[in-house]
């Protein structure tokens, strides 16, 4: 058995036939670890699986991408959960958030965005967006990458001033899209002194 965590519909190829992205998680209660120290009772250590399906004509959906790895576990008591869920917009780019924000063992806190469209037959990544906090020091950092123009923005600030302290541009040259395969689970691919 799996719970669904997030199901949202959408047109990735723009064929005027809705599609479907999914998150689900499997249920098997072995893999679910009792937790006797800070945070929550237990821990849930089941794969989650990023699912993605293209209606057709016929109404059967047809497989397009399916991933292991991509979707975060919430594998940590004092953890939040980390997905937030997707987003589609009506150009059919598909946004998968996330967020970390722990009770204990980490002062920092942040928000992740990436944003994927359908091309070449596969999903590019065409943006990503993140805000990181120190929760101690106030101090923040925002990046916001745009892969179209090839563009990186990086804002510092603190939450004690409204205004912030630098805002920082970059220019990349991508040689190669950037896809969901290729980034396998987040925060794991390097590029331009992040971690994607």
């Not at 002062?107 to 944003?115: G, I, L, T």
Request: with cysteine; charged share 25%.
């Amino acid at each position: 058995m799996e719970r669904i965590l997030d199901s949202k519909t959408g047109d990735f190829n723009q064929d005027g036939i809705l599609d479907i992205v999914f998150a689900i998680q499997n249920t098997d209660k072995n893999n679910i670890k009792t937790n006797n120290g800070l945070g929550f009772e237990s821990v849930d250590l089941n794969p989650r699986v990023l699912g993605i399906y293209f209606g057709t004509k016929s109404g059967i959906f047809e497989q397009k991408l399916v991933s292991y790895d991509f979707i975060i576990l919430c594998d940590s008591p004092t953890m939040d959960e980390p997905f937030e869920g997707f987003d589609i917009n009506k150009k059919g780019v598909l946004t998968i958030n996330f967020k970390f924000w722990f009770s204990a063992g980490s002062w920092m806190m942040s928000n992740h965005k990436y944003k994927f469209r359908f091309q070449n037959n596969d999903f590019v990544l065409i943006g990503y967006d993140s805000s990181e906090a120190h929760r101690a020091s106030g101090e923040t950092t925002d990046y916001s990458i745009n892969f179209l123009s090839q563009k990186m923005k990086i804002t510092k600030g603190n939450f004690s001033n409204d205004n912030p302290e630098s805002i920082v541009w970059k220019k990349f040259k991508l040689k190669k899209a950037i896809t969901i395969k290729m980034i396998k689970k987040p925060f794991t691919l390097e590029f331009e002194g992040l971690f994607l």
